[in-house]
């Protein structure tokens, strides 16, 4: 994220691909991903811990939901 938290956007003009090529690359980006993940894993694992819901603190007792208090 940047330091000012303004989105950027772009756009990128991809060619069009016959249907083997589009597979292949598709492959490629899965096997990235996949090694991406086998490396990173226990990082990513733990900052998702660390952000889950269940581990979230209210400042508020009532500000938790139950189930059959409506988020709304």
Do not use: K, W
Request: charged fraction near 25%; charge should be negative; avoid cysteine.
């Amino acid at each position: 994220m940047r330091p000012d938290s303004r989105p950027v956007t772009f756009t990128i003009n991809l060619p069009t691909l016959p249907d083997e090529a589009v597979i292949e690359i598709q492959d490629f980006l899965f096997e990235i991903l996949e090694l991406f993940e086998t490396h990173y894993g226990r990082q990513i694992q733990r900052f998702l811990d660390d952000y889950s819901a269940s581990n979230i603190v209210y400042s508020n007792p009532q500000a938790n939901l139950t189930e059959d208090d409506p988020p709304f």
